[in-house]
């Protein structure tokens, strides 16, 4: 087993990271990294002899997380993370209808339940009052930021 990654390289994460329960300070879930953050390499090691871990100090939150190789990708290789990702709460910029009812109300909170949908990544997988709708990302704002 060999690591992929050098001391001091730049990576980026290709999921949102979330406490396992292994980060002193944050309750289990809790967003660590959003996906497509960048940081550097410090360290890596092996986990169950069969996996790769790499400590990764991401620089714009001053945090070092431990991440699996295949959660990473070298900086070189292009990227597109989308304007949402999976957990993001949302609230509908305007009404939504389906048959000319309106189903979702502008300014209700939803959840984003499935990322980048569509030819160009630009549509969202959302649930509103406990139902699941394909929508557009025009359609969406951003109510907080975890990480």
């Not at 406490?19 to 289990?28: E, L, V």
């Not at 996906?35 to 939150?61: A, K, N, P």
């Amino acid at each position: 087993m060999r690591q992929k990654f050098d001391f001091g390289e730049e990576v980026r994460v290709t999921r949102a990271i979330r406490n396992d329960g292994t980060m002193r300070g944050f309750a289990r879930g809790d967003l660590l990294v959003r996906r497509g953050s960048t940081g550097f390499v410090r360290e890596w090691g092996t986990f169950l002899m069969d996996q790769i871990i790499y400590q990764v100090h991401f620089l714009d939150d001053d945090l070092v997380v431990g991440c699996r190789e295949q959660e990473l990708l070298p900086l070189s290789v292009p990227w597109h993370a989308g304007q949402f990702q999976y957990g993001d709460r949302v609230a509908c910029r305007h009404a939504l209808s389906v048959n000319g009812e309106v189903v979702v109300a502008a300014g209700e909170h939803g959840r984003i339940e499935g990322t980048d949908q569509g030819e160009g990544g630009e549509s969202y997988t959302v649930t509103f009052s406990g139902r699941w709708f394909q929508v557009p990302a025009s359609a969406m704002i951003l109510l907080e930021a975890d990480a």
